[in-house]
């Protein structure tokens, strides 16, 4: 759930985000600093992602390492306390 949350977050703000750097300077570009532009902001879209890509990664490998410990430990109690 919180990975969707965050990532409809991220979604949510792009198109504002690109709004905001795109804005002014489209009335006074021609077409070709236009599409170098959209190509540059693509281009740091796919990055954002890609981070928040390997940050959910980590998060999900932590969350695992920890569920293990976790599992490990009631475990060894149980095996310690039932023979």
């Known amino acids: 759930m919180r990975?969707?949350?965050?990532?409809?977050?991220?979604?949510?703000l792009t198109p504002a985000l690109a709004q905001a750097q795109i804005g002014p300077a489209v009335?006074?570009?021609?077409?070709h600093a236009?599409?170098?532009e959209v190509v540059r902001e693509r281009h740091e879209v796919r990055e954002d992602r890609r981070e928040?890509?390997?940050d959910r990664r980590e998060l999900h490998r932590d969350q695992?390492?920890?569920?293990?410990?976790?599992v490990?430990?009631?475990?060894?109690w149980h095996r310690h306390h039932h023979g």
């Open 64 to 70: 695992r390492q920890l569920h293990r410990a976790r």
């Open 52 to 54: 928040l890509r390997h």
């Open 34 to 36: 236009i599409h170098r």
């Open 27 to 31: 009335g006074h570009a021609g077409p």
């Open 3 to 12: 990975k969707f949350l965050l990532a409809a977050a991220f979604l949510a």
């Open 72 to 76: 490990a430990r009631a475990r060894a």
